[in-house]
């Protein structure tokens, strides 16, 4: 063998072996976030700047001033996702940024860095739906999980069972038809005195509550049996707090919190069993911020066990939003050819999928 051809077979596999980098940003809603994610499964950094303590004097998320915050902490989120990941821009392969769903003045924020890095640098643009990053959050968790299977996304904005096909193949078995399970979480905190953000707080007072000290409705969408409703859920609660005060009668916060969240979780497992049953498979798959309550992980897992399927979900702190869940997405659709121009904008009502039949 020439001196020549070695040389090359060496550099072709030094080229192959080299792990691909992507820089991704997440600026969809409260949380300013950076992270440098290696070939879509290997966390080098993840920065994540919350505005948590700023909008809980407001008792949510004010839109301006989200998006004023995150200008202000965009750079040096980015700046400290690249040191810590031990890297400069110049390592980096491509860029990909969450362009939807989410608040447009804050999504924009993080498509306009992201395309300015872009062009600076010449490399690929990735622009990722949030949800699909949400659900990719478990091919970082588990480097061993491959499509296809069935994800419960269960966020502040959105709750989707969806059939994951394939690497950005997305069906859409059964959504929220009202609230979101996450935003019901908040409403119904905040009702009972606990504050935002809703859902840790009902999560850690429910431990010292009793979840039947109270029967709310487990609610059922009649005309697809894979959807859900959280308004109702939310309604029944404020129902009862309400007579309970018009009789002068106090009430325990904790069994409150018990006693709904036992009913949104009851939800969200009857239908995510239905799913699992529909289409047959084997692997299910938790994601998004609720999907970091205590309770749900837990009869998720037991009823996933009892039926054979194997369980997967993220750590915590990968199921509510940050920006390495947006760098493996990004990763897959990099995979499939899909890179996006400077023409790129930020989608408020990106949908996600078609219809699962
Ligand atoms: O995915 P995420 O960080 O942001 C969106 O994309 O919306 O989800 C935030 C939601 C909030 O509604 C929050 O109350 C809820 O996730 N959440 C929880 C828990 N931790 C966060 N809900 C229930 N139990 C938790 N431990
Ligand atoms: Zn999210």
New binding site residues.
């Given amino acids: 063998m020439s001196e020549e051809l070695l040389e090359e077979i060496k550099q072709n596999m030094e080229e192959e072996a080299k792990e691909f980098k992507i820089l991704a940003i997440e600026t969809?809603?409260d949380e300013t976030a950076a992270a440098v994610v290696a070939d879509g499964r290997k966390v080098l950094s993840n920065v994540i700047s919350s505005q948590i303590d700023l909008h809980t004097l407001y008792g949510g998320v004010v839109p301006e001033i989200a998006s004023r915050k995150h200008i202000e902490n965009i750079n040096y989120v980015i700046k400290k996702a690249l040191a810590d990941a031990d890297c400069t821009l110049d390592d980096i392969d491509a860029i990909g940024v969450t362009y939807g769903p989410g608040l447009v003045g804050a999504l924009l924020v993080g498509v306009a860095e992201a395309k300015a890095i872009a062009f600076a640098k010449d490399i690929p643009l990735i622009g990722v739906h949030?949800i699909e990053g949400?659900i990719c959050a478990n091919f970082v968790e588990d480097p061993n999980l491959e499509p296809p299977f069935v994800c419960l996304v269960v966020?502040?904005?959105?709750t989707h069972l969806v059939v994951v096909e394939d690497y950005g193949q997305y069906k859409i078995l059964g959504r929220t038809r009202d609230d979101a399970a996450?935003?019901a979480?908040?409403k119904v905190a905040r009702a009972i005195g606990l504050g935002y953000?809703?859902?840790?707080k009902?999560?850690k007072a429910s431990q010292e509550g009793d979840p039947n000290a109270f029967e709310f409705p487990r609610a059922k969408v009649t005309d697809n049996i894979y959807d859900f409703s959280f308004s109702g859920m939310k309604s029944a609660v404020l129902n009862e707090l309400n007579a309970l005060e018009m009789k002068g009668e106090s009430y325990n916060q904790a069994d409150v919190a018990a006693s709904f969240q036992a009913a949104v979780v009851d939800t969200l497992v009857e239908r995510a069993m239905l799913a699992l049953e529909k289409t047959g498979s084997k692997k299910f798959a938790l994601a998004?911020?609720?999907a970091?309550?205590?309770l749900l992980r837990k009869r998720m897992k037991e009823e996933c066990e009892k039926r054979g399927v194997k369980f997967y979900c993220p750590a915590p702190i990968l199921?509510?939003?940050n920006a390495v869940m947006i760098g493996s997405a990004a990763y897959y659709e990099y995979k499939n050819g899909i890179t996006h121009g400077l023409d790129l904008n930020a989608i408020p009502n990106l949908k996600l999928g078609e219809r699962y039949e």
């Fill in positions: 969809s809603c949030h949400h966020s502040g904005g959105h996450g935003e979480f908040d953000p809703g859902g840790p009902i999560d998004g911020g609720v970091s309550n205590t199921c509510t939003d």
